[in-house]
């Protein structure tokens, strides 16, 4: 190679957020059984009941954010940034809905359902900043060591 010349990664083919949104629930699980026996032995059973359906939720969002947001990118491009904020919304809505049905069935302990859901979405996303390239030339997860695409 002369020194002209640049090795320049080739743009990976895999959705990007989608191997976010799969590393994000994985994580989710990992901590999962911990939050919920934990939560469980310190408020009972219903601490850990609110603790699973919050951890469900968030979840579940990250991935449909994922997938509606894979969806646009894939079929309509342009509309990109409507499909975000008004899908955002659309989950918030949907979250809230979620919420008020919990909290009228009175089947969890409130408190720890809020603080799991708030709680959990932010440390996920926090913990996956550290997973996360900021790079135009490995988008998405970084590279593990050894593994650079050429």
């Known amino acids: 190679m002369s020194p002209m010349e640049f090795a320049v990664p080739q743009p990976s083919t895999e959705r990007i957020e989608s191997t976010i949104a799969h590393d994000l629930a994985k994580k989710g699980l990992i901590v999962a059984p911990i939050v919920v026996i934990g939560l469980g032995v310190w408020r009972g059973p219903e601490a850990a009941l609110g603790a699973v359906l919050a951890l469900g939720i968030v979840i579940v ?14 079929n309509a491009p342009h509309a990109l940034t409507g499909v975000a904020l008004m899908s955002f919304l659309v989950r918030l809505l949907i979250i809230t809905i979620l919420g008020a049905g919990i909290k009228a069935l009175d089947i969890v302990d409130w408190p720890v359902f809020c603080f799991t859901l708030i709680g959990s979405y932010f440390v996920l996303l926090f913990w996956e900043l550290r997973s996360v390239s900021l790079t135009l030339a490995y988008p998405g997860l970084k590279p593990k060591p050894g593994h650079h695409e050429e």
């Not at 969002?61 to 894939?74: E, Q, Y």
């Open 61 to 74: 969002n990250f991935l449909a954010a994922a997938w509606i947001l894979g969806w646009t990118a894939r």
